[in-house]
C-alpha cells in the first residue's frame, strides 16, 4: 500500500510539474511578445524624438541660434546653482556646529 501511494504521488507532482512547466513556458512567450511591443513603441518614440529634435535644432539654426551654446548656458546655471546650494549647506552646518559648541 505504501508503493501504491508512493507511486500515486510521483504521479501526481508529475502531473503538476507538467503543468506548471507548460504554464511557465506560455508566461514567458506571452512576457516576451510584450518585451517586443514595448521594444517597437520605444524605438517609434525615439524615432519621432529624433526627427522632432532635428526639425528645432534645423528651425534654430535658421534664427541664427547655436543649440550647443544653449546648451552650455543652460549646464553652466544648474552647476552654478549647485554650488550655490552646497555653499549654503556647508554655512549651515558651520552655524550649527557654532550654536553647539559652548562659549568659552
Sequence with gaps: QV???ASLL???LKASLQSLSGEMKKQVARLREER???TSSLRTALDRAALENTA????LAACGVSVDSILQGVVEKMMEEEKQREEAKQKELLRQ???A???E
Design 3 to 5: 508503493r501504491e501511494e
Design 10 to 12: 510521483s504521479d501526481t
Design 36 to 38: 517586443e511591443m514595448l
Design 56 to 59: 528645432l535644432r534645423s528651425q
Design 97 to 99: 556646529q557654532g550654536a
Design 101 to 103: 559648541t559652548p562659549n
